[in-house]
């Protein structure tokens, strides 16, 4: 019977899964990737026929899945996450210095803003449209935003500052302050995502390594300076 | 003709003008009212029926006045504007510091995300959910966000500070991802907004004057610490 919902409007073949043809499993990521995509360009507000449609998902299918929509918005954060998680967070096998690790965020952020199609952070931009604290797609934002603090905290921890968990609290804040900056001015960041986050750190003593090219200039060795060494001038 | 929109779902009365009552000027006065806290509420997205419904205007009045809700959209978060300022910045006639100017905007802030009903900046949350740049409403809103951003640049370079432009983007960077920070965990701030703008301003050299009472603790003379002074003890 479900067979009946592949039908029609799929315009992008399915990967070849050891599943059945018709297995929901297939419909339930295909509704979801699309709801999160027309979510994230939309607005959470996009109606089900629309979405169904864009899902090549019949309503009826759609219901058999989720109770409602606001499940689908839910659901379709949980599914995004773990690949904005890999945009974002350096892997466990990324060896660098937790200062590093941490920079890393910022410079994707700087790169990710730089696309004419970023709309945000879409756990922010979640709650910001869905407005009550207790629909379940606010709780899933909630919950993705806290793993991003968590990520900073631990580095920080590693990194020995001073406070760990106000410094985890500060670097999301400016994460998402830099978001909502890119969003409001519809441009790049041009670097002062990375510069106030390494302010920050700075500031906690998670200190720039010797061998380090981020944003503050390096002194520079006497006999390399341009116009000799002026303290022997 | 007009006189025929006040009638029926009017709830608040209207203040007494010297314009005569059937003055186009009430009317988008009310509705525009109705619409900036509807759409801070609930979101953009909600429908012209709605809208005309909880301002008493019909929606015959509503089209007279502006050509689309678009504009409905821009016109309200212009109105809107005046007051959320006045909430935030400090008045001319205020003679602090800079430094206390700026970090007024932050206490504010701190007062507002403590309100149940607080749904982060309205400025932001208008250009997130349009998701389009080139809308009528995220224009106004970029306009608005870059008022504030001129304060605290004009603060900043009163107060001397190295930087006075990237000075003012870190500080609306603080204040919208403070701001989402109160959204996403439907929680007060608890102080980080104001901790963190007072670090950025102690960097870019806005120093803390002698009398100041803010986030940082200042030293206690000898003779009025707890249990004596310790470096004698």
Redesign the interface.
Known sequence: MQGATYAGVMTTPLPSTPVPPAAPTGTRDRLLDAAADLFY???V?VGVEALCRAAGVSKRSMYQLFASKDEVVAASLDRVAPRYRTALIPSEEDHRSPRERILHVFERLEALSASPDF???P???T???L?S?RHPG?LV??RH?DALTSFFRQEAEHGGATDPT?LA??L???????S??A????DALHG??V??AA??L??AGLSRPAHSTDDAPQPIPAGQRPGGDRTHG
């Open positions: 360009r939309e607005g507000g709309r945000g952070c756990f922010v931009a709650a910001i449209e407005k604290p606010s934002a909630r935003k106000l609290q500060q999301t804040i400016v994460y998402d302050g830099a909502s900056r969003v409001v001015q519809a002062v995502a510069t106030t302010a920050l700075d500031l």
